[in-house]
């Protein structure tokens, strides 16, 4: 397969090329064009799936860098407002001409004529969305669109006050990993008191949310928003019901390797009770890893990692790098998190994250490299549908390629003994995600089955929940308060409902493709840049055998990959 990094933006054949979208009134001429042409005849069909994709490109491209200028600046209300303008009155003018367009493309004489097997997951997502349209929840998705942004606005103003410095949450993470425990109980309790402080304030929030989203489900015809947005996510290769086995397999395979970690951990530090406080701290003597200086180290080491780890991905940074596609350092004003976001039109994604200079800042630009070669490898597919991957593809992409440019972090870390660590840290780490992954999706799933819920309800079922997957040898008393509300930490909760299940789904994906890596990494490689280039054209199973792994988070399968790192961590650390 032919690489290369030389992203060029799609040349416009329908739309004018110093076209920009302003308001509704000049988008809507192009629809209505789209409305009334004859596509009779397979060579019609052809150039008008064209043009809808590259209006749709167009569309999606104003509208990813209007969340990318405000999540960059929450405290700007003009760039709010232009967010704000596009889901309020723009995008709802959208839907009901996008449900038009879907049933005349299944109405064309000519679809039979199509590849079946190239627009197979495409006319099975088509036909999925025209099933759950309904006019009346057009304005609720905008409502939504708008709220659930407000959560960016109130953690991105969070912030604490440390010997007379002010951090933002991110930064005062740090102060976690030093050696001093007074030091860190003094921050974990700065950081849960500030959370504390807008507790009312994310519970309403939340209230809105779920309301809002109860009635799209009803409106739609469903009994719940679980069973609505699981059609809606089009999660067509698994069931609930595999979604709460997998729950399962994590308490029971996974949790006591976590408590193995844990108690490691305990004596590692020579503590007696392991509190939330300690569970990033270093041994006394030793400095909590400082892979990077600023944000500029950062972007200059990652992109001689992946250069290492092959000259492809080097200069898809390097492309990003000369476009200004990058906003990487923590500060106050910006909304919380990290994330790639693809720019359709012109190819070359955005990575947005909250730097601080730690050992997992580096992992989460790893992940987000792998979503960013995604876009790169997808952007030359021919339909703009064609490049909507399932998450759980994506998932696969980004932590796979965590574990991928494991070996290339001796730039980051000069000491043999920092990079052992470092490998130590982010093998833990993915064993130790699984419990929380398991319980925001169990959570999820409580949430959206029981809407009547109130405050109170919702805190006593999180307890619950995170008792229930929380290990027996970390100790919380006297600390419920701050326990009670940490699932208001995870911005997907808010912003991207359900959207969690992914990340252990695509967790056990990665760990399958290192182990393959581990014994032939350039086979392995190949394979994955070839299931990434595929985009949605193969559906989800077929995209995983595509990448030389079988698509598979069964019990049996969580018990066999979490016992292989289990192994792999006791070989670094003996």
Not at 348 to 366: E, L, Q
Not at 556 to 566: G, I, P, T, W
Request: glycine residues 4%.
């Amino acid at each position: 397969m032919q690489l290369s990094a030389d992203i060029q933006k799609l040349k416009r054949n329908f739309l004018p090329n110093d076209f920009t979208i302003t308001n509704w009134e000049t988008l809507k001429p192009y629809f209505d064009l789209l409305v009334e042409t004859d596509i009779e005849t397979k060579s019609a069909l052809e150039t008008w799936l064209q043009k809808l994709s590259e209006l749709q490109d167009i569309i999606s491209e104003d509208a990813c860098w209007r969340q990318i200028k405000m999540t960059c600046d929450t405290e700007n209300k003009s760039l709010e407002e232009a967010f704000n303008y596009f889901c309020t009155e723009i995008e709802p003018n959208i839907k009901p001409y996008s449900d038009i367009l879907n049933k005349k493309l299944l109405a064309s004489p000519a679809l039979h004529e199509l590849d079946q097997s190239l627009y197979f997951t495409y006319l099975r997502s088509i036909k999925k969305d025209i099933a759950l349209f309904r006019e009346e929840n057009i304005a609720i998705h905008a409502e939504l669109n708008v709220l659930a942004q407000h959560y960016g606005v109130i953690t991105g103003k969070m912030s604490v006050e440390i010997d007379g410095n002010e951090y933002t949450l991110q930064q005062a993470a740090k102060f976690l990993m030093q050696s001093n425990r007074d030091l860190r109980e003094q921050v974990y309790h700065k950081i849960a008191s500030r959370r504390k402080q807008d507790e009312t304030e994310l519970d309403t929030l939340f209230d809105e949310l779920l309301h809002k989203r109860h009635q799209i489900a009803l409106n739609a015809g469903f009994e719940n928003y679980r069973d609505y947005k699981f059609q809606e996510l089009g999660r067509f290769d698994y069931s609930i019901q595999d979604c709460e086995n997998f729950h399962t397999a994590i308490k029971k395979h996974v949790l006591p390797i976590v408590e193995t970690l844990y108690e490691h951990k305990c004596k590692q530090l020579q503590l007696d009770i392991l509190k939330p406080w300690d569970l990033d701290a270093e041994p006394e003597g030793q400095k909590p890893l400082a892979p990077f200086n600023d944000a500029d180290e950062l972007l200059e080491k990652s992109i001689e990692a992946f250069n290492n780890l092959n000259p492809f991905l080097g200069d898809c940074f390097k492309k990003m790098k000369t476009l200004q596609h990058f906003d990487l350092a923590s500060r106050k004003g910006k909304a919380p998190g990290g994330y790639n976001c693809p720019l359709a039109e012109s190819g070359a994604p955005f990575i947005f994250m909250n730097a601080a200079g730690t050992a997992d800042d580096v992992v989460t630009m790893m992940h987000e490299g792998g979503h960013a070669v995604h876009s790169f490898l997808c952007h030359n597919l021919s339909l703009s549908a064609f490049k909507e991957y399932p998450m759980e593809m994506a998932e696969l992409a980004s932590m796979s390629m965590e574990l991928f440019s494991m070996d290339q972090w001796h730039v980051f870390y000069n000491d043999a003994n920092e990079l052992k660590r470092a490998k130590t840290e982010e093998l833990e780490r993915a064993l130790t995600i699984f419990p929380w992954i398991a319980m925001i999706d169990k959570f999820q799933h409580w949430l959206y089955t029981n809407p009547g819920h109130t405050v109170d309800e919702r805190k006593a079922m999180w307890l619950q929940i995170h008792q229930e997957f929380s290990p027996s040898n970390l100790n919380w008393d006297d600390l419920e308060s701050n326990r009670s509300i940490l699932w208001q930490k995870q911005l997907h909760l808010f912003e991207v409902p359900f959207y969690y299940i992914e990340y252990g789904i695509a967790q056990l994906g990665a760990l399958a493709m290192w182990k393959e890596y581990k014994l032939d990494s350039t086979k392995t490689l190949d394979n994955y840049l070839l299931a990434l280039s595929k985009g949605y054209t193969q559906d989800l199973k077929s995209l995983y055998k595509t990448a030389g792994i079988d698509f598979d988070f069964s019990e049996e399968k969580v018990k066999a990959l979490c016992d292989f790192v289990n192994i792999e961590i006791e070989q670094i650390l003996a």
